[in-house]
């Protein structure tokens, strides 16, 4: 257990419609990651954020965007969803955003879209 | 650009090694993590390098050349339940984006008994 948490752990939705995947990073942690993991791409970096900050932009879509809260919990919002989108999405956390800092994985959402 | 490769699969016998390989190209470049990950499962901290060298860690052991953009992770005594992916994953340093992981495709290893 790495300490960070991730809700749903199932997410079956339709294309088109919109849902919320939440994050709770391990305690003291202040920087959370969202990744997105299909078969055919691996682990892809969408966005971190930094004590409630974005800090840097991977390859996120425009119709994903997320936030950090004031107690650091992070939620990535994914809207218009197509069948493209089902895959695992991971929230990790990190003490600081420094290179040095291992990132520990939360447990992931598994998002399925009809 | 980022450009990480590594074997797509490898395949060995229990109790044996393997070396899983990776060469990387990055903008910035701020050391060097490897993740082991089970099919359908979290990604789990195995081992990180930022000087070049040998660092070992029990049956695991993680190699860095920074001049050659090259690192590979070492499993010895091989284990069934090695048998995961093992993600390379370069960490980035530019700008504001530090700590940033690149991840490679993995490399899928199959233990045989």
């Known amino acids: 257990d790495s300490g960070v948490t991730q809700t749903p752990k199932h997410l079956i939705t339709a294309t088109g419609q919109r849902v919320t995947l939440r994050c709770s990073p391990r305690?003291?942690?202040?920087?959370v990651y969202w990744y997105q993991q299909s078969l055919d791409q691996g682990l892809q970096f969408l966005i971190q954020?930094?004590?409630?900050?974005?800090?840097a932009k991977g390859n996120i879509l425009e119709r994903f965007s997320a936030q950090q809260f004031p107690d650091l919990h992070s939620e990535l919002n994914l809207s218009s969803l197509e069948l493209g989108d089902s895959a695992l999405y991971f929230c990790?956390?990190?003490?600081?955003?420094?290179?040095?800092?291992?990132?520990?994985f939360g447990p992931g959402t598994r998002l399925t879209v009809l | 650009g980022q450009n990480i490769d590594q074997p797509t699969e490898m395949t060995a016998t229990e109790g044996a090694i393997v070396q899983i390989n990776c060469t990387y190209q990055?903008?910035?470049?701020?050391?060097l993590f490897w993740y082991q990950q089970h099919a359908g499962e979290a990604p789990t901290f195995l081992s990180y390098?930022?000087?070049?060298g040998l660092e070992e860690k029990g049956r695991f052991s993680s190699f860095l050349s920074r001049s050659k953009g090259y690192s590979y992770l070492l499993l010895k005594e091989l284990q069934m339940k090695d048998s995961a992916s093992y993600l390379c994953?370069?960490?980035?340093?530019?700008?504001?984006?530090?700590?940033?992981?690149?991840f490679g495709k993995g490399t899928k290893l199959s233990v045989k008994p």
């Open positions: 990790a956390s990190s003490p600081s955003g420094g290179g040095n800092n291992e990132q520990f």
């Open positions: 305690s003291g942690d202040l920087s």
């Open positions: 954020y930094y004590n409630g900050e974005e800090r």
């Open positions: 990055t903008s910035g470049f701020n050391g």
């Open positions: 390098n930022v000087l070049d």
């Open positions: 994953a370069p960490a980035l340093n530019y700008g504001g984006s530090q700590g940033n992981l690149i």
